[in-house]
Nanobody, 128 residues
Framework: QVQLVESGGGLVQPGGSLRLSCTAS????????IGWFRQVPGKEREGVSC??????????YYEDSVKGRFTISRGSAKNMVILQMNSLNPEDTAVYYCAAFRAFRDLCSLAARPYDYWGQGIQVTVSS
């Protein structure tokens, strides 16, 4: 059974940084893509960043508003994906979710549709 668990959220002041982690379990191989999404009440879930399987190239993609501020990477353990968030502003406040789908090519997606597995979400609040 695939499970995704997010950690690292919390409250941070504008201009600060947070590091989110997504730990995956239950996959029988490393052929899966990971995406980070966020959602605020009343709005659709938004893709923030994604990374393809390390076996297919590990390509990364970012939503325009986070380019240059957020970095997605694989952790020291292949089943962990890190989202380093710098220069945070109040508009980044949301519940952040990690998600995964099996992928045997170098691809991931900032759209929610391909993702089969989702974490429970973790709150990130940027406020003074």
């Amino acid at each position: 059974q695939v499970q995704l668990v997010e950690s690292g959220g919390g409250l941070v002041q504008p201009g600060g940084s947070l590091r989110l982690s997504c730990t995956a379990s239950g996959f029988t191989s490393d052929y899966y893509a990971i995406g980070w999404f966020r959602q605020v009440p009343g709005k659709e879930r938004e893709g923030v960043s994604c990374i393809s399987s390390p076996n297919t190239g590990g390509s990364t993609y970012y939503e325009d508003s986070v380019k240059g501020r957020f970095t997605i990477s694989r952790g020291s353990a292949k089943n962990m994906v890190i989202l380093q968030m710098n220069s945070l502003n109040p508009e980044d406040t949301a519940v952040y979710y990690c998600a995964a789908f099996r992928a045997f090519r170098d691809l991931c997606s900032l759209a929610a549709r391909p993702y089969d597995y989702w974490g429970q979400g973790i709150q990130v609040t940027v406020s003074s």
